[in-house]
């Protein structure tokens, strides 16, 4: 296709970063962790962890911003989109900032360093409030945040 080869496996990683209270620094919480050799599974995967983080802030599905977390994985343009990105080796990162914590949900390919060191901050390469650091985001045309290589 590209003329890369395929990556072998996928590492999924949901993860919550934000305030430790009482202090004044930051502490991240792995939610999940995945890995797999279909990039499908992978996306399948990251769509359930967007879904539960929703689920059991109990947000009401059309309102506040985490909910685009729901509307991101039953967008079928930006799953196949996020697909054939995810396909190339290249690093799929959706984060979403919350009131006091940032979550972020990540694929890469297992070749790849781990999702700790992509960082973007949040709104970086989205006209939304959920900066997508990959080129694949087909609502905007905005480029990525550059600080991931994407």
Excluded at 63 to 75: K, M, V
Excluded at 96 to 121: G, M
Excluded at 135 to 143: G, Q, S
Aim: charged letters at 20%.
């Amino acid at each position: 296709m590209n003329g890369q080869p395929e990556p072998t496996s996928y590492q999924c990683e949901a993860l919550a970063e934000g305030l430790v209270y009482g202090a004044d620094e930051t502490a991240r919480y792995v939610l999940g962790t995945f890995r797999t050799i279909s990039p499908v599974l992978a996306l399948r995967w990251l769509g359930g962890q967007a879904l539960w983080i929703v689920d059991r802030l109990g947000l009401d599905p059309r309102l506040g911003h985490l909910a685009e977390l729901r509307a991101w994985y039953e967008d079928r343009e930006s799953q196949h989109a996020a697909h054939a990105h995810i396909k190339t080796g290249a690093p799929l990162l959706v984060v979403v900032p919350d009131t006091d914590c940032t979550y972020t949900l990540s694929v890469r390919s297992v070749e790849q360093a781990p999702a700790a060191t992509f960082r973007c901050q949040p709104g970086e390469g989205s006209g939304s409030r959920i900066a997508h650091c990959t080129r694949y985001d087909p609502r905007t045309t905005a480029a990525p945040c550059g600080t991931c290589g994407g």
